[in-house]
Nanobody, 121 residues
Framework: QVQVVESGGGLVQAGGSLRLSCAASGSIFSINAMGWYRQAPGNQREFVAQIISGGNTYYADSVKGRFTISRDNAKNTVYLQMNSLTPEDTSVYYC???????????????WGQGTQVTVSS
């Protein structure tokens, strides 16, 4: 069994900052990549940022220079530091972890339940 749990969402004024956390736990053999997606009402889920096992990071153009993704390998945890937030960043943020469990011979994506981020103008 693998669990993915996000935390850190909330309400913030435009220009403010928030830090999201996502922890993967359970029967994990290895983690290939951890990332963040977001989905606003009426929109499709979109990519925000990803960090892979070698440490390389990738960002959506809309968040480059404002968001920073980082990872604590010892804790199987990924963070998303969000600065200079705007109302357009308001969404439910989801964590996705691509990993190999002890019970499997292939990699699987696991998603968290989502955490709401609301940016007021």
């Amino acid at each position: 069994q693998v669990q993915v749990v996000e935390s850190g969402g909330g309400l913030v004024q435009a220009g403010g900052s928030l830090r999201l956390s996502c922890a993967a736990s359970g029967s994990i053999f290895s983690i290939n990549a951890m990332g963040w997606y977001r989905q606003a009402p009426g929109n499709q889920r979109e990519f925000v940022a990803q960090i892979i096992s070698g440490g390389n990071t990738y960002y959506a153009d809309s968040v480059k220079g404002r968001f920073t993704i980082s990872r604590d390998n010892a804790k199987n945890t990924v963070y998303l530091q969000m600065n200079s937030l705007t109302p357009e960043d308001t969404s439910v943020y989801y964590c996705k972890v691509n990993l190999r469990s002890h019970q499997s011979t292939y990699d699987t994506n696991y998603w968290g339940q989502g955490t709401q981020v609301t940016v007021s103008s």
